[in-house]
């Protein structure tokens, strides 16, 4: 195998740093504090991301650097991906990138692109003697994943690493507990404009308190709540008075469709809406959020996203833990039941459940515990 030289001794402050977290748009919401600590550590540094085009708009909306300097890779094929890595890597290499951060835990191609973008400093996450993560020898900074501590918190000690002379480079003094990301500011007239169009598409939920679930699992469906569950929290709330939207994708359409008529066939002509592809970008999501109360949903995107909201947020884990992955705001409460075989999906694993598909630790989460704390929620603003 080649080896790669050691980083050098980093006697002056890089002129441009990227950053690369290609797959997760969740992530990118946890890793506000690591961008907050790299802008304020090198002020006169270029501040630089590589990620997959889909998950360009939520970095955008975020802020954290200028638009000109977020590189993509678009993945709809592969002569669109090999086209846009090699533009994004001769764009890094133009840039006289030096420091290059590899987010990911799951990917070899990040720590190959640390390399390719020509960055002497190489900072990622390493395996050392653990099994699992093996991503090739192209970090020369290298960091121990550690499955104790909150993603974000990791996240910002990367950032750390750039200049650490400890050994592991993250041996370093605790800077407190992450800070909640500030949220996003829209445009008013996309948040009227989202509350018209469910006036006018939808009128039976008029003056009912707003409730939005995301019953899908996306492409992890070991995530998902049972429906049936769902089911019984949705009828709680309708019960209370609130209307329900059911959230997602339109390839979670069949899902939402079966919800909104196990509802209605306890409650006939109730205010049930199924959403599901019914916002066409992530900004018009968070305009959704401004308009309601809650959010219920599984882990996933949609959880990380309303951090950036002034929504309510109940989030359900069971495959993976809320201790690395809750969001970062005081107006979420995540569900864990603590299962003994939970965590399941880790880094070490790739993220490849040895599950059979009945994730007890979901299914013995009661609806009525939370449908309580949604009342609670409710009950707070």
Request: proline share 8%; aromatic share 8%.
């Amino acid at each position: 195998m080649r080896k790669f030289r050691p980083a050098p001794v980093h006697e002056k402050a890089p002129r441009a740093i990227v950053v690369i977290l290609l797959s997760e748009m969740g992530s990118l919401v946890l890793a506000n504090d690591m961008f907050a600590r790299l802008k304020a550590r090198y002020p006169d540094a270029q501040l630089h991301a590589l990620l997959f085009r889909k998950n360009r708009e939520i970095l955008d909306l975020m802020q954290v650097m200028d638009p000109a300097h977020v590189h993509t890779v678009d993945d709809r094929s592969l002569a669109s991906l090999l086209s846009s890595l090699w533009k994004a890597v001769q764009a890094l290499r133009r840039a006289n990138v030096d420091v290059a951060i590899d987010c990911e835990l799951f990917s070899r191609i990040s720590s190959l692109l640390s390399y390719a973008s020509g960055a002497a400093v190489r900072v990622g996450f390493h395996r050392h003697t653990q099994e699992g993560l093996y991503r090739g020898s192209h970090i020369n900074r290298r960091v121990p994943y550690n499955p104790y501590h909150h993603i974000s918190a990791q996240f910002l000690t990367l950032a750390r690493a750039i200049d650490s002379t400890a050994v592991p480079k993250s041996k370093l003094p605790v800077v407190g507990t992450p800070k909640p990301p500030p949220q996003v500011q829209l445009d008013g007239a996309l948040v009227q404009g989202i509350q018209t169009r469910l006036a006018q598409d939808f009128p039976a939920i008029a003056g009912k308190p707003l409730v939005l679930v995301y019953p899908g699992g996306g492409i992890l469906p070991i995530r998902a709540w049972p429906l049936a569950s769902y089911t019984a929290l949705c009828e709680g709330l309708v019960a209370d008075g609130c209307a329900v939207a059911v959230i997602g994708l339109k390839d979670d359409q069949a899902l939402a469709r079966q919800l909104v008529a196990n509802v209605e066939a306890r409650f006939p002509a109730s205010p049930v809406i199924d959403l599901t592809g019914y916002t066409r970008s992530i900004s018009e999501l968070l305009a959704l959020f401004h308009v309601a109360r809650l959010l219920v949903t599984n882990d996933g995107g949609p959880g990380q996203f309303a951090a950036l909201t002034p929504i309510w947020t109940l989030m359900l884990f069971g495959p993976e833990t809320p201790s690395l992955y809750a969001p970062l705001t005081p107006r979420c409460y995540s569900f864990y039941s603590q299962w003994p075989c939970s965590p399941c999906l880790t880094a070490y694993n790739h993220r490849a459940s040895y599950c059979d598909g009945d994730n007890q630790c979901l299914k013995v989460i009661a609806p009525a515990e939370v449908l309580a704390k949604a009342r609670a929620f409710l009950a707070a603003d």
